[in-house]
């Protein structure tokens, strides 16, 4: 007779309440117990998938290095991050840009190993999220001598022989010669996201308003994740530009909740979560569950010196937009370039289908309700992460994390960190 295997329930944070302190470190254990096996299997492939390279590579002729010219470049490309892991290389998976961005650079021999490279990076962005601007800085192979380097048009095509090894989904665009010391992450004078929305039952006009609250220098200790594990205890950022406007509206003669928005911000530097925790804030507002000035009220750390619990915003949304320098010189393969619109073009394709398909099925669902359905427009609804009260608690009212001083004290006594005198 067959043994009936049962698939172990996914508990619900209700669920998880309910159980004491003795049952949740059972579970904690076992799940970081299933988290290193899964590990040691990913590491297991990724192993096996190197040596079969490795092999192949032996048997091919070596690429030698030393008899070529370098230079230091920018370069610019966009990426849709919905399927991947996040930007940064990571040791237990292979979804993540940079992993696809080093295999094509490593393959055409453009760079000999990302060690070697004097790499940096404008903006690390998490799973999920997309960029249109991000920018790498890094030394690269040169088919021009030292001198003759301003002739960009006689440069290696860098955007075409990457693009035909990248996803199509990750496309190089643009590239600028640097000065060798330049940093693509610390030289940036300014990056600017959006982050998309429809408006739903959102009022637009007081999310403007609360976001327009955010300019200017503040500590955003409670509209952010604080990062105190890896040394982050400094929270003032100082935002240039924050607004929420709507970009295009299904219906010229009336506002619809399949209305597209945006909120654009732009700051020389973000911190980890930062957008999404004001993207959080601001859906409050827009429900009108909370006034704009409870922005005013969190960037008040006297006030309001730990952060209440809130729902982040979703990753989808977030795109890293533009990222600026001075001193570049940005040089398009317009050939190329033709081809990189094609692939987007592809993309925005199958969206826009996908888009049309379901709005005229829901055209047709909500003519049952006849010309009254402004109580249906739930569209943005889904846009905050997490499970959500049934009772709608004020979020000044909350239940608060710890305060950033007991986080220091926490990490300094497990020596993460050194309390400076």
Same mark, same amino acid.
């Given at each position: 007779?067959?043994?009936v295997v049962k698939k172990k329930k996914i508990l619900t944070r209700e669920e998880l309440e309910q159980l004491d302190k003795t049952e949740l470190i059972d579970r904690i254990l076992q799940l970081e117990a299933h988290n290193l096996q899964l590990k040691q299997i990913i590491e297991k492939r990724l192993g096996t998938a190197e040596k079969k390279k490795?092999? *192949? ?13 370098? @230079?230091?470049?920018?370069? =610019? ?48 962005? %998490? ?13 690269? @192979?040169? @088919?021009?001598? $030292?001198?003759?380097q301003d002739n960009l048009s006689d440069e290696l095509h860098y955007c075409k022989m990457l693009n035909r090894l990248l996803p199509k989904n990750i496309r190089c665009f643009s590239w600028s010669p640097a000065h060798p010391e330049m940093s693509a992450r610390f030289d940036c004078k300014f990056r600017s996201y959006k982050y998309f929305f429809p408006?739903?039952?959102? &009022?637009?006009?007081?999310? %403007? ?6 300019? !200017?220098?503040?500590?955003? #200790?409670?509209?952010? =994740?604080?990062? *105190?594990? &890896? ?35 732009? /700051? ?23 006034? $704009? ?7 008040? *750390? ?8 809130? &729902?982040? !915003?979703? +990753? ?5 937009? +533009?990222?600026?320098?001075? !001193? ?11 081809? *990189? ?17 379901? @709005? &005229? ?18 569209? /943005? ?12 608690? $004020?979020?000044?009212? #909350? ?23």
């Amino acid at each position: 007779m067959a043994k009936v295997v049962k698939k172990k329930k996914i508990l619900t944070r209700e669920e998880l309440e309910q159980l004491d302190k003795t049952e949740l470190i059972d579970r904690i254990l076992q799940l970081e117990a299933h988290n290193l096996q899964l590990k040691q299997i990913i590491e297991k492939r990724l192993g096996t998938a190197e040596k079969k390279k490795e092999k *192949v590579s032996s048997t091919n002729k070596k690429f030698d290095f030393a008899k070529c010219h370098k @230079r230091h470049i920018f370069l =610019k490309f966009y990426y849709l991050g919905w399927d991947y892991q996040g930007f940064a290389a990571q040791e237990d998976t292979t979804s993540t840009i940079e992993y696809y961005l080093f295999a094509a650079l490593t393959k055409s021999c453009l760079i000999e190993s990302r060690e070697t490279s004097n790499y940096h990076r404008c903006g690390r962005t %998490d799973k999920g999220v997309s960029a249109f601007s991000q920018v790498i800085s890094l030394d690269i @192979r040169s @088919r021009l001598e $030292p001198e003759k380097q301003d002739n960009l048009s006689d440069e290696l095509h860098y955007c075409k022989m990457l693009n035909r090894l990248l996803p199509k989904n990750i496309r190089c665009f643009s590239w600028s010669p640097a000065h060798p010391e330049m940093s693509a992450r610390f030289d940036c004078k300014f990056r600017s996201y959006k982050y998309f929305f429809p408006r739903g039952n959102l &009022n637009i006009e007081a999310m %403007d308003k609360a976001a327009k609250l955010t300019v !200017g220098s503040h500590d955003f #200790r409670n509209l952010c =994740k604080m990062d *105190v594990a &890896n040394g982050v205890v400094n929270f003032f950022r100082n935002i240039v530009n924050a607004q929420v406007t709507c970009i295009k509206r299904e219906d010229p003669e009336k506002i619809s909740g399949y209305d597209m928005c945006e909120l654009s911000i732009k /700051s020389n530097a973000f911190l980890w979560h930062q957008i999404r925790c004001i993207m959080g804030i601001l859906l409050l507002v827009g429900r009108e569950q909370e006034k $704009p000035e409870v922005i005013t009220d969190l960037l008040d *750390v006297e006030k309001c010196p730990r952060k209440p619990q809130y &729902n982040l !915003g979703h +990753y989808i949304p977030l795109n890293l937009f +533009y990222c600026e320098y001075d !001193g570049t010189n940005w040089y398009t393969d317009k050939e190329e370039l033709q081809r *990189v619109i094609k692939d987007l073009q592809e993309e925005w394709t199958y969206a826009a289908i996908k888009c049309s398909m379901t @709005r &005229n099925m829901l055209k047709d669902l909500e003519a049952f309700f006849d010309d009254e359905t402004s109580h249906l427009n739930q569209q /943005s609804d889904c846009l905050l992460q997490g499970v959500e009260a049934k009772v709608y608690k $004020p979020l000044m009212q #909350r239940d608060t994390c710890e305060s950033l001083e007991d986080r220091i004290e926490h990490y300094t006594k497990k020596r993460r960190l050194e309390k400076m005198s």
